[in-house]
């Protein structure tokens, strides 16, 4: 098999995988490289929440625009992508409100189905929710979340259709330059060579982005989860709800309710170290923050917890662009939410590499530059994750 192609792009997560398929769809010849194994790296930990409340507008174009892929999945790529509609709220307190509700304006601008409820809506959408301290949340009624390596390997296949190359257990050590320009890399499995070459390889993309010579703020980001199962009281569903002021985020999964919290996530950890196992003292803080919400998961019983690694930028928010030398592009830094935004980001990031410029959503706020030319993006809440 050919080891040259147009474009060799580093990690088969769910981004990776994303550009695979929309540059494969344009008839570009694509190699992933993955030095495990497809979604073994955040996209296999990721809650997989899909909303599309962000608190910046190119981040929110980019979640309605993938959002079409979730929700015509079979048609648009084909195989399984588990996208599950519970409906989405998001909690803030009074500090958050006004944000909240300046979202939601440019959220319904944009045409996301959007909308402002009570806590008394709350109440009636979730029974069992705590909804007393609750003044106006944000409701979209279509979103839920999906299967992240499902989505993940149904890209990938989808991308092979078309003609992409996928080596695992290929591990990128080096970049091959020529003149100030790209042309190839060297890996595990030898020599690869293309022109254009994309660091998307989430949690470890600062050391290639080290090999490329560059100097951009990069670091990990370690987010552990839990699994509850839920007290029948609660019955076969519920929302899925970030709370801010819980500093928690929660969805169904079949019997189970995933729990995740938005503080205390270390930062600047290997990305190698063990996720198989929670940090020590995470189930007992995320069994204490579940039941403000929802007194009754008092009932419930832990199913399971454990830990992924993502990686994480000054503003946290991804990086999508070329920087360093000729033909080098990062498609990375999606710190904790990239991804509800993997169909979306996939197909700019593919038309930026073959057209100059991404048309579908104007990505150039997300651009490398950004750090050096102090541009960081600030937007109406401080942070959210998941
Ligand atoms: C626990 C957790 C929960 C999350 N929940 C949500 C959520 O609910 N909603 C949401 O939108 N986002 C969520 N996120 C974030 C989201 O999962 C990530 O932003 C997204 O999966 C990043 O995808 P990626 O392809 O960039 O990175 P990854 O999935 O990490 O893929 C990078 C790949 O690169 C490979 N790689 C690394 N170095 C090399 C090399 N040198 N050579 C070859 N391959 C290499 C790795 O093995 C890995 O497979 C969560 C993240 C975590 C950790």
């Known amino acids: 098999m050919s080891n040259t192609a147009d474009v060799i792009i580093i990690g088969g997560g769910v981004q990776g995988a994303s550009l695979a398929f929309h540059l494969s769809r344009r008839g570009t010849k694509v190699i992933v490289l993955e030095k495990s194994f497809i979604a073994a790296g955040a996209t296999g930990r990721s809650s997989g929440l899909v909303r599309m409340h962000y608190d910046t507008e190119v981040e929110s174009?980019?979640?309605?625009?993938?959002?079409?892929?979730?929700?015509?999945?079979?048609?648009?790529?084909?195989?399984?992508?588990?996208?599950?509609?519970?409906?989405?709220?998001?909690?803030?307190?009074?500090?958050?409100l006004e944000a909240l509700k300046a979202n939601v304006a440019m959220h319904q601008q944009i045409g996301i189905p959007a909308l402002l409820v009570t806590g008394e809506d709350v109440q009636r959408l979730s029974p069992q929710m705590r909804t007393d301290d609750i003044e106006v949340a944000a409701y979209e009624p279509e979103s839920g979340y999906a299967m992240p390596s499902d989505t993940a390997n149904a890209l990938m296949t989808a991308a092979r259709n078309l003609g992409a190359r996928l080596v695992q257990n290929c591990a990128v050590t080096g970049l091959n330059l020529t003149g100030g320009k790209v042309t190839g890399v060297e890996s595990s499995q030898g020599s690869f060579s293309a022109a254009v070459v994309v660091n998307a390889a989430g949690a470890w993309a600062g050391n290639l982005n080290k090999m490329a010579g560059l100097d951009i703020p990069y670091t990990t980001w370690r987010h552990?989860?839990?699994?509850?199962?839920?007290?029948?009281?609660?019955?076969?569903?519920?929302?899925?709800?970030?709370?801010?002021?819980?500093?928690?985020?929660?969805?169904?999964?079949?019997?189970?309710?995933?729990?995740?919290?938005?503080?205390?996530?270390?930062?600047?950890?290997?990305?190698?170290?063990?996720?198989?196992?929670?940090?020590?003292?995470?189930?007992?803080?995320?069994?204490?923050?579940?039941?403000?919400?929802?007194?009754?998961?008092?009932?419930?019983?832990?199913?399971?917890?454990?830990?992924?690694?993502?990686?994480?930028?000054?503003?946290?928010?991804?990086?999508?662009?070329?920087?360093?030398?000729?033909?080098?592009?990062?498609?990375?830094?999606?710190?904790?939410?990239?991804?509800?935004?993997?169909?979306?980001?996939?197909?700019?990031?593919?038309?930026?590499?073959l057209d100059g410029r991404a048309s579908s959503v104007d990505i150039s706020t997300l651009s490398p530059d950004r750090f050096a030319e102090g541009k960081l993006i600030k937007g109406n809440y401080d942070n959210i994750w998941s």
């Open 61 to 96: 174009r980019l979640a309605w625009l993938a959002f079409q892929y979730f929700r015509n999945w079979k048609e648009l790529v084909g195989g399984e992508c588990g996208f599950t509609r519970t409906g989405f709220i998001q909690l803030v307190g009074g500090k958050h």
């Open 224 to 353: 552990d989860t839990m699994f509850v199962l839920r007290p029948g009281v609660i019955g076969s569903s519920h929302p899925s709800v970030i709370d801010f002021e819980n500093q928690i985020y929660f969805r169904p999964e079949g019997a189970l309710t995933l729990v995740g919290l938005e503080d205390g996530n270390p930062m600047g950890e290997s990305p190698d170290n063990d996720t198989e196992h929670a940090k020590r003292g995470f189930v007992e803080r995320a069994i204490e923050r579940i039941c403000l919400r929802m007194p009754v998961m008092e009932q419930g019983a832990l199913h399971s917890a454990h830990g992924g690694y993502d990686g994480i930028t000054d503003d946290q928010r991804p990086i999508l662009g070329a920087a360093g030398p000729d033909g080098f592009y990062l498609d990375c830094g999606y710190s904790g939410t990239g991804f509800k935004t993997a169909p979306a980001t996939g197909l700019c990031m593919a038309e930026l590499i």
